[in-house]
């Protein structure tokens, strides 16, 4: 969730390779059993940030699952702070849910919530992995 680390990086590959770099980062599916938007939020902006003060040309988002979700659905959020990031060349959590409300007619806050079945009261660690180690 550090600018820093990001910015870090991304020097020592600028530095070392000959070629324009492009930054591939998360949005959080294949954690549990649900979404991790919080986790995966948290690191995104900062991941931006350094992105854009580093000349940064290409970015991409990538999405893993862990399990049989809807890709579609559940990566909306993080597709959309990519998209508005890019747009707005900043992040605005406003425009961000008026993007997915005129654009998909889906309510972000109703969607943030599907991760509060996996991860109850926030953290690192869901439910899931908790609950299946004593068994």
């Known amino acids: 969730p550090d600018e820093e680390f990001y910015a870090v990086n991304l020097d020592k590959h600028i530095k070392y390779l000959d070629k324009e770099t492009?930054?591939?980062?998360?949005?959080?599916?294949?954690?549990?059993?649900?979404?991790?938007?919080?986790?995966?939020?948290?690191?995104t902006i900062p991941a931006l940030e350094a992105c854009k003060k580093k000349g940064v040309k290409e970015v991409l988002a990538t999405v893993w699952l862990n399990g049989g979700y809807s890709l579609q659905m559940l990566s909306l959020p993080g597709l959309a702070w990519y998209a508005d990031f890019d747009y707005n060349n900043?992040?605005?959590?406003?425009?961000?849910?008026?993007c997915l409300r005129f654009s998909c007619g889906i309510n972000y806050d109703d969607l943030m919530k599907t991760e509060l079945v996996e991860y109850p009261h926030g953290g690192e660690v869901g439910i899931s992995k908790v609950l299946l180690s004593f068994s």
């Open 90 to 98: 900043s992040f605005d959590i406003e425009s961000v849910k008026n």
């Open 22 to 43: 492009i930054f591939a980062g998360g949005i959080w599916l294949w954690s549990g059993q649900a979404p991790h938007y919080s986790r995966s939020l948290t690191n």
